[in-house]
């Protein structure tokens, strides 16, 4: 098998693990920010989360799953349906980080309150999202141009 049968074999998984990796350094790098700025970590994550989901959306519609179609009613319908998913996984990672922060109060990471909670809680969000984006989100594959 040649590399690029290999690459073509596994893309859609590969480019789901680097782009996810840019949406998790960015919600992870916002959450700071906002941490830095005095907000609180309840806040802090729910801010961190909605500027992951919004960036993820267009990685995951163009990069990863090849949705190319920019029709108003195709948009509309992933864009919802990504949405509705995302907050699901969202509002459970957001109880999760809260069961958590609140069981082991004194964690720091890296001098960052809450890091290592986000850490945890991130990795199982991922792999919701996945299953969500692959099976249901993106599900009706075009050809691609």
Not at 75 to 84: A, K, N, P, Q, T
Not at 108 to 132: D, H
Request: hydrophobic share 50%; aromatic share 18%; with cysteine.
């Amino acid at each position: 098998m040649s590399i690029s049968q290999l690459y073509e074999e596994h893309r859609e998984s590969a480019s789901y693990v680097v782009c996810g990796g840019f949406t998790v350094l960015i919600t992870w790098l916002t959450y700071v920010v906002f941490v830095w700025c005095h907000i609180g970590p309840d806040i802090s994550n729910i801010l961190s989360w909605i500027c992951g989901v919004l960036f993820a959306f267009f990685v995951n519609k163009l990069i990863v799953f090849r949705s190319r179609s920019m029709e108003r009613k195709v948009l509309l319908r992933e864009f919802y349906s990504f949405m509705g998913f995302r907050i699901v996984t969202g509002i459970m990672a957001n109880l999760m980080f809260s069961i958590l922060l609140r069981s082991y109060p004194e964690q720091i990471l890296f001098e960052i309150e809450g890091l290592f909670t986000k850490i945890v809680v991130c990795s199982i969000e991922i792999a919701l999202n996945w299953i969500f984006s692959k099976y249901y989100v993106f599900k009706s594959k075009e050809p691609c141009l």
